[in-house]
């Protein structure tokens, strides 16, 4: 539900508005119900991943009982803006926005949180730390809803030369941001409300024993009594304390200038910074010693005392940045012909991208920091241009204009730099039991340029510059480092418009993608320890599409 209300007094716009909604989230499968396996080659098995798997000798199974959860959630918000015309040349706009965050609940209290040395009263025997809501203190959400939620919007419009000619534009803004619902699946997923296994291989367990030497909990209620028994070690998620809804910070500057008739030339700077954005962190990681195998990962985790295993505890400890350059031209439909073109120079950094907060984001859990580095989806140079060709084909006579005269070219191009990517060892040498080590490097990663393309395919960088983190560490190699092979796209098409009557029209259209059947490579495999390891096994896009359309209006 929205409502706006505008009016004009002077020279100002005032808009006064909110916003309100209450909205349900159920779900009901069988995730994870048939057993997750897997294989890393790591001791005391083989060390290969593909013999392991022969053998039926699994690294680790996880194993559930599904996902059933009724989530409810509801919105708010109030807004008011103020468009003043402070003269002929310039306008200021002022806003302000109340967004307070209200979190997510669900019918049947499937969620946790953790608060150290505190013991459940609605499940007495849930490991000491985790509470749930109904139990004294703990919020029906997890967390506390966050009431002072006010973005401030300020935004200018400058006319430099009083012209109409060339203008200067910027603005600021906060705004706060809602986490993904899927958040809650894990929530659901926990003990006791949807118990979860988390084994390691050993030397007793195998694909036809998986539970040999341990107890095997299934069927498992989908709602706990009040005195249920909790499957050790128990695999909890939990939100921190003082957990609240993260925001950004957008701020941007633009000079645009008509430099001549139906064409303008724009130069603009756009960034923002992302604060409190959540992530998911390895609360009782297993502690390294000399001697430790993937095998004794629970019973060297820092809790692993009071019951627990794998704990993944969502807080509200994550940063980004962006910086970009953006250049622009523009020409608009003129004399037969349209173009617009733009190159973006940017910069983007944060700790975990795309991160919904439903999993493990940082590799270290010591060390936030250790995950800094350039963004997944981080494209330094991108350009990107269009136009519309109106042919000048025509004749004097009718038939042979209809027929061969008339006709539109169109074209798309896009091209951008690789995609970024880790080096991961592949195996679990810092025997934390997160699995997200990376490769150390030993040696110069980067070959000279002159190389042919099956070259590149059959090794991107230096495989011997690599090497498998060494015992008790992460990796020295810093995320997203490296750099995917550059992409480009060119799409082409052709079109005419024949009319049939004064209401009824008809439009050919022939089109190309990837007009020139580019192959654009993708990022090699980048696991350490695969047979695959630096070679290019895949590619971006479609190969060459021709397509032809017949579109009848009226």
């Known amino acids: 539900?929205?409502?706006?209300?505008?009016?004009?007094?002077?020279?100002?716009?005032?808009?006064?508005?909110?916003?309100?909604?209450?909205?349900?989230?159920?779900?009901?499968?069988?995730?994870?119900?048939?057993?997750?396996?897997?294989?890393?080659?790591?001791?005391?098995?083989?060390?290969?991943?593909?013999?392991?798997?022969?053998?039926?000798?699994?690294?680790?199974?996880?194993?559930?009982?599904?996902?059933?959860?009724?989530?409810?959630?509801?919105?708010?918000?109030?807004?008011?803006?103020?468009?003043?015309?402070?003269?002929?040349?310039?306008?200021?706009?002022?806003?302000?926005?109340?967004?307070?965050?209200?979190?997510?609940?669900?019918?049947?209290?499937?969620?946790?949180?953790?608060?150290?040395?505190?013991?459940?009263?609605?499940?007495?025997?849930?490991?000491?730390?985790?509470?749930y809501p109904g139990d004294p203190g703990l919020p029906d959400g997890g967390y506390n809803t966050a009431w002072t939620n006010f973005g401030p919007r300020i935004g200018f419009a400058y006319d430099v030369f009083g012209d109409g000619k060339t203008s200067i534009r910027g603005g600021y803004g906060v705004f706060f941001d809602r986490i993904n619902t899927l958040q809650t699946n894990q929530a659901a997923t926990q003990g006791p409300f949807g118990t979860i296994v988390n084994l390691n291989g050993n030397a007793v367990n195998n694909f036809t024993d998986p539970y040999a030497g341990d107890v095997n909990p299934f069927p498992a209620p989908l709602n706990p009594s009040k005195d249920v028994k909790f499957v050790l070690p128990h695999v909890a998620f939990l939100y921190e304390e003082h957990m609240r809804n993260p925001y950004i910070q957008s701020f941007n500057l633009t000079l645009e200038r008509e430099i001549a008739h139906n064409t303008i030339g724009r130069v603009a700077y756009a960034g923002s910074k992302g604060t409190r954005l959540y992530s998911g962190r390895e609360l009782n990681p297993a502690i390294y010693q000399p001697g430790a195998t993937t095998a004794t990962t629970n019973q060297r985790r820092l809790l692993a005392g009071l019951g627990y295993g794998s704990m993944i505890l969502v807080e509200p400890v994550s940063n980004s940045t962006f910086h970009s350059l953006q250049l622009t031209g523009e020409r608009r439909f003129s004399k037969g012909f349209s173009v617009l073109a733009n190159y973006t120079w940017s910069k983007s950094i944060d700790d975990g991208s795309a991160n919904k907060g439903n999993g493990i984001t940082h590799a270290n859990p010591f060390n936030n920091a250790y995950d800094k580095g350039p963004s997944d989806f981080e494209h330094t140079q991108v350009f990107t241009a269009s136009g519309l060709w109106e042919l000048p084909v025509h004749f004097s006579n009718r038939f042979a204009n209809t027929v061969i005269g008339g006709w539109n070219l169109t074209g798309i191009a896009t091209l951008q730099s690789g995609n970024t990517f880790t080096v991961g060892s592949g195996v679990d040498n810092s025997r934390t039991g997160i699995g997200q080590d990376r490769a150390d490097i030993v040696g110069d990663p980067y070959f000279t340029e002159d190389r042919s393309r099956n070259d590149i395919v059959n090794q991107y960088l230096n495989k011997l510059a690599f090497a498998p983190n060494a015992l008790g560490t992460f990796g020295n190699q810093g995320r997203n480092r490296f750099r995917g092979p550059g992409f480009a796209n060119y799409d082409i098409g052709l079109h005419k418009n024949f009319r049939i009557t004064e209401r009824v029209n008809t439009q050919f259209r022939f089109e190309t993608f990837n007009t020139f059947n580019r192959v654009n490579l993708n990022s090699p495999t980048t696991a350490q320890n695969s047979v695959n390891f630096m070679r290019i096994t895949s590619t971006l896009g479609d190969p060459r599409i021709l397509q032809f359309a017949l579109r009848l209006s009226f």
């Open 1 to 131: 539900m929205n409502n706006t209300v505008r009016w004009t007094k002077g020279k100002h716009q005032i808009t006064l508005g909110g916003e309100g909604g209450w909205a349900n989230g159920d779900v009901v499968n069988n995730f994870r119900v048939n057993g997750q396996f897997t294989f890393n080659g790591s001791a005391p098995f083989t060390g290969d991943s593909l013999a392991d798997f022969f053998l039926g000798k699994f690294s680790t199974l996880v194993q559930g009982i599904g996902e059933y959860k009724n989530t409810r959630f509801k919105i708010m918000a109030l807004y008011f803006d103020d468009s003043w015309k402070v003269n002929r040349r310039f306008t200021l706009n002022l806003g302000l926005r109340w967004d307070p965050y209200f979190p997510y609940t669900d019918e049947l209290g499937k969620l946790s949180a953790w608060r150290p040395g505190q013991q459940s009263t609605r499940y007495p025997n849930a490991p000491v730390g985790v509470l």
